[in-house]
């Protein structure tokens, strides 16, 4: 029995492959529609994705096998979903960050976040998950989360290593008293054996100990590593709703309410909405903080903030410090490639900023678009400056330009660029690209085949509920829908829905459409699910179950202070206890 159970263990992944596809087949044998079929298909991707039977890019590449095979859709339409503007911003986004990693200007920031927060881990990852929801309420989330990714790694590798290093010296120190005690002690002869055992017992206990905590350290580093991960791509999705521009279905939210209720007296702009998500995004901030602390810091918050310390712990924390001060010292003055860098990130960041900023007319609006129609995107900013990282020089100092002495002559040799392809090509993670590619293709294989449709016109039912727990439920529909597709799909596909549902019940139809708007933006818990998460999970620290365990808890908690915000401040704000005249198109209601 023993023997089997290994066996299967063994093979699990083998058996999964196997009888997954084959226990869910009913599904589209019996229902022989697209949609069925589209549900089979996204059913055995999710449990595909959540076990890792294959690796993600393989299970993301099955929409271009099934689709076609279904009738779904054909192989050139699946395969046009593998690479849209969104993989291009993923790809301009890392580039950058590459770059960054290469010439260590990601080091120098880390020591200076570092020096700023001091080493107490709770307030390490506020700091970050402060400036990561900052810069996603202005730029988009996928480009500040390959931004901020490679400077948390920095962070915390500078961190573990000053704490291998001072507790080393620890080590040393307690190792010199206790053999000046040995040697202290009176050498009788009778007593010499003893003292031979003691020293011997003495050198295991030390070995024991020290293995011992080498243990605990690189368990608490893992921990801290996780947690560190997912505040970076959690606050990413979470920054993002707090502006107009900071997501793409916010934008959808307002398009679709200016189409469909034409005389709304503008009642969603940027400062409407600004004032409605700007506190919900704060709220679920804190909680998020408070969770992962809980999650992966424990529950002891005193030392957490290192209330608690005692006076050895304190000067172990000095140590700490002092060893990053040393270290920012050795890096000296900014070497010109880094210089460089620097200012092609802060003006890609500005580029980004105020590309279409909302409130004004942004240099893409008044340079650019035509006939009301956008051209330049984000990605298109991320590959300008991607192209400049490879064109410009990384030295034009006449002094140190590279010489090779060939003969009885000297051979100048042309200064790098800041990016070449061969670093590139070692550390862009390919892999992640499909993954996205294939989160497209389910996303538009469910619009295709109705599948979303369906879903939709399952909602009716839900006039005989109050409209609190109709808010409440809507947002746990979408936030599990938005797991499996596309936020923007989701929108696109759902607000048209609840707008006519509200409608026909006499109900505000802001009421359900921004609480459902908040909620697509709730993706936390497969890296599928979008793209800051996969940019996470591309640098292998995390596995699929430590995403879904934590976003899991921070999925109910997301719904919960959305559902608090709808019948709060929004209420007021709004006025969405009452049914507006703009939104009675057929006067049928009072």
Known sequence: MAGF???????????????????????????????????????????????????????????????????????????????????????????????????????????????????????????FMVVTAFLSMW????????????????????????????????????????????????????????????????????????????????????????????????????????????????????GQVDELFPNNGNIINFASWFSFAFPTMIVLLILAWIWLQILYLGFNFHKNFGCAANAAAKAKEQRAYDIIKEESKKLGTMKFAEIAVLILFILLVLLWFTRDPGFIPGWATVLFNKNDTSYVTDATVAIFISVLLFIIPSNISKNDRDKQQTGSKSKIRAPPPLLDWKVVHQKMPWNIVLLLGGGFALAKGSEESGLSSWLGSKLTPLQQIPHPAIALLLCLLIATFTECTSNVATTTLFLPILASMAEAICLNPLYVMLPCTLSASLAFMLPVATPPNAIVFSYGQLKVIDMAKAGFVLNILGVLTITLAINTWASSLFQLQTFPSWANRTGTCP
């Open 139 to 254: 730029i988009s989330n996928t480009a500040t989360t390959a931004m901020m990714v490679p400077i948390a790694q920095a962070v915390l590798e500078q961190l573990h290593k000053s704490e291998v290093e001072s507790s080393t010296a620890d080590q040393a120190s307690e190792n010199i008293n206790k053999a000046f005690e040995l040697q202290e002690e009176p050498t009788k002869p009778d007593s010499s054996k003893e003292t031979e055992k003691k020293g011997n017992s003495h050198v295991l206990t030390v070995e024991e100990d020290r293995k011992k905590e080498e243990n605990l350290r690189e368990e608490k580093h893992k921990k801290l590593c996780k947690g560190m991960s997912l505040c970076i791509c959690y606050s990413a999705s979470i920054g993002g709703i707090a502006t107009l521009t900071g997501t793409t279905p916010n934008l959808v939210l307002q």
């Open 5 to 127: 159970l290994q066996m299967t263990l063994a093979f699990r992944k083998y058996l999964i492959i196997v009888f997954v596809p084959l226990l869910f087949l009913p599904l589209p044998l019996a229902v022989p529609t697209k949609e069925a079929q589209c549900g089979y298909v996204i059913i055995v991707m999710a449990l595909f994705w959540c076990t890792e039977a294959l690796p993600l890019a393989v299970t993301a590449l099955f929409p271009v096998l099934l689709f076609p095979l279904m009738n779904i859709m054909d192989s050139t339409t699946v395969c046009r979903e593998y690479l849209k503007d969104t993989n291009m911003l993923f790809i301009g986004g890392l580039l950058m960050a590459i770059a960054i990693e290469n010439w260590h200007l990601h080091k120098r920031v880390a020591l200076r976040v570092l020096l700023i927060t001091g080493v107490r881990p709770a307030l390490l990852l506020m700091g």
